[in-house]
């Protein structure tokens, strides 16, 4: 029996979010199912989001209209919120995805947790740790984006101007330094190695997406196999037999 393909609604905040982020974002989450709901939210109405008009058209994305009721308020956040939960009864969804570097939508993530369902995230580096923490995954939208010296940038869209200077990746040693990673890395071997300290890699990356927002691409790695190596603190056997891969913390002692 063919598996059936997980449906991915994604919902996109256009007034936090790049639209040179969006290809990397429609092919990461393919990885995982079909995006078949794509929403962009804005008011279309204003210059700013005149560089979505043309992504809108090439990725089949549905836009909303949401004026500016008040200027203190976000009205497009609002309008987000409610339809998200408006599919997550209605629609048969078998995960969410939210583009936006806006912790409003911090609650409305926890929710769809709540039901079981994973939720992608997608936002700049300025991102605030709640919402990213919330997601099921979380990745820069910097690591999508193209990292050449020479990208031009538009006047009016400066939220992009770091991106060129973006590293491609982060070498082992600089890894090493973060702190939160290291923890994350070993406290997932030590939950899921057997009796001689090792641990199957496939298991780690399970036991990973389940207890953080972690993603290797955020670290300039595809794979969480490749960011492994380089780090460099664990040992690693593979099986001919069964193709698995199995690491062991350096520090594991007999």
């Excluded at 991102?127 to 031009?152: G, H, R, W």
């Excluded at 955020?218 to 794979?223: A, D």
Aim: aromatic fraction near 10%; hydrophobic fraction near 40%.
């Amino acid at each position: 029996m063919t598996k059936k393909e997980d449906h991915i609604a994604l919902f996109i905040d256009c007034d936090n979010i790049s639209h040179r982020s969006i290809e990397g974002i429609i092919n990461e989450l393919s990885k995982y199912g079909v995006v078949n709901i794509r929403q962009a939210y804005g008011n279309w109405t204003k210059s700013n989001l005149k560089n979505w008009e043309d992504k809108l058209l090439e990725f089949a994305i549905k836009p909303i209209q949401q004026f500016d009721y008040s200027k203190n308020k976000n009205a497009t956040d609002i309008l987000m919120t409610i339809d998200a939960i408006d599919l997550l009864h209605t629609k048969d969804i078998d995960a969410f995805a939210f583009a936006t570097s806006d912790s409003d939508f911090t609650p409305v993530v926890m929710r769809v947790q709540a039901e079981g369902i994973k939720v992608f995230g997608f936002g700049e580096k300025k991102t605030p740790k709640p919402f990213m923490a919330a997601c099921s995954q979380f990745i820069f939208t910097e690591k999508l984006m193209a990292t050449s010296a020479n990208v031009a940038v538009e006047e009016e869209d400066t939220q992009d101007v770091e991106v060129s200077k973006e590293p491609v990746r982060k070498s082992g040693k600089e890894m090493k330094q973060d702190t939160w990673l290291v923890n994350v890395l070993r406290n997932a071997v030590e939950q899921t190695m057997d009796e001689y300290g090792w641990a199957n890699l496939s298991e780690v990356g399970s036991y990973i997406n389940k207890a953080t927002s972690f993603s290797p691409i955020n670290y300039g790695y595809k794979k969480l196999s490749n960011l492994i190596k380089e780090i460099d603190l664990f040992d690693l056997a593979y099986d001919e037999v069964s193709k698995q891969i199995s690491i062991r913390d350096k520090r594991w002692k007999h």
